[in-house]
């Protein structure tokens, strides 16, 4: 927890990120997302619209993304993508940029996985306007 601070001090331009996943929140009709650098898995900023009763939910699903990502490393597999389905919720992790993933939580019924994919492309171009890079 403490480095994931001192990481997203270092961020440029943060409070237009955190913005950019409040609204993405918003359009996708979902609980959470999160932004993590791709080799940490340190948490960029997160957004969510949800309390949350497991105050360590965050370090679990980091843990289970490591494990997923080392298992796929023995079976020279990339890691591109998941979604976990839970009786009550649906967690999509997608690469988002050359260095970050981003992960989406949602329980809505009226949100989709498609609609969440279109969102992360349509963020993606907000975000490379932010940091301005192509």
Not at 12 to 24: A, G, Q, S
Not at 77 to 105: A, G, L, P, R
Not at 116 to 133: A, G, R
Request: aromatic share 12%.
């Amino acid at each position: 927890m403490a480095w994931a601070n001192i990481f997203s001090k270092l961020i440029p331009k943060l409070d237009k990120i955190k913005n950019l996943l409040k609204n993405f929140v918003s359009a996708c009709l979902a609980d959470e997302a999160v932004l993590l650098d791709k080799n940490t898995l340190i948490k960029i900023c997160a957004h969510n619209d949800k309390e949350f009763q497991d105050s360590e939910r965050f370090e679990k699903m980091t843990e289970t993304i490591k494990r997923f990502k080392y298992s796929c490393r023995n079976d020279s597999t990339v890691f591109k993508n998941i979604m976990i389905k839970t009786i009550n919720n649906i967690i999509y992790i997608d690469e988002f940029e050359y260095s970050t993933y981003i992960i989406v939580s949602f329980g809505n019924k009226k949100s989709t996985l498609e609609l969440i994919k279109i969102n992360i492309e349509l963020c993606k171009k907000s975000f490379k306007e932010i940091l301005d890079y192509e």
